[in-house]
Nanobody
């Protein structure tokens, strides 16, 4: 099991940017596919972005494609989510997740085994 801690959330105006970090401990993340999810009040948790073990492959939800960028630094045991051109509808708690599942980048919450506690992102209009 890997422990994950997110940071970098906060309040930002529409059009602004934030960078979220997810720092892991307990195990090296180089063995894990990593993902970012978000959950708004009253809504289900949804996939935002995923990145392969080496960082060579990434995937994004249609709602964030072109605005968000996921990256990782395995030497620092950290995954990042750069969020640009933020919109009020991006407001949610953002979660980092890890999985050892092989194959294509998973995009469903139940495919991930380890989760962080989440960090709040609020975008004002």
């Amino acid at each position: 099991q890997v422990q994950l801690v997110e940071s970098g959330g906060g309040l930002v105006q529409a059009g602004g940017s934030l960078r979220l970090s997810c720092t892991a401990s307990g195990r090296t993340i180089s063995r894990y596919v990593m993902g970012w999810f978000r959950q708004a009040p009253g809504k289900e948790r949804e996939f935002v972005a995923g990145i392969s073990r080496s960082g060579g492959s990434t995937s994004y939800s249609d709602s964030v494609k072109g605005r968000f960028t996921i990256s990782r630094d395995n030497a620092k045991n950290t995954v990042y989510l750069q969020m640009n051109s933020l919109k009020p509808e991006d407001t949610a708690v953002y979660y980092c997740a890890a999985t050892l599942q092989p194959g294509a980048l998973p995009a469903r919450p139940h495919e991930y085994n380890d989760w962080g506690q989440g960090t709040q992102v609020t975008v004002s209009s």
